[in-house]
């Protein structure tokens, strides 16, 4: 990255660095960009992509349906029921 660049960026982000700050800032970047060729460089024509570092193996059950409860069982302790319904109270009137 440049000095130009970074007085930009600066401007646009409402930076306020100083000199030392952006001087640390472009060496930072400097050794990313370093990495960065560094990566580059290195030959992975037959590599075989992967998403994850380790294998991963996801068990998933079989989807059935269960009916746990009846809606009358549910409803016995309800204080008032309607055509299968709870009946509450009238809040806002």
Known sequence: ??????????????LALTEEQKDSFLKFMDAREADIKALDAIDTENVERMVHVMPIMTVVREDVEKKLFTRDELQKGAPETMDGYWQVPRVVE
């Open 1 to 14: 990255m440049e000095k130009e660049t970074l007085r930009l960026l600066c401007k646009v982000n409402q």
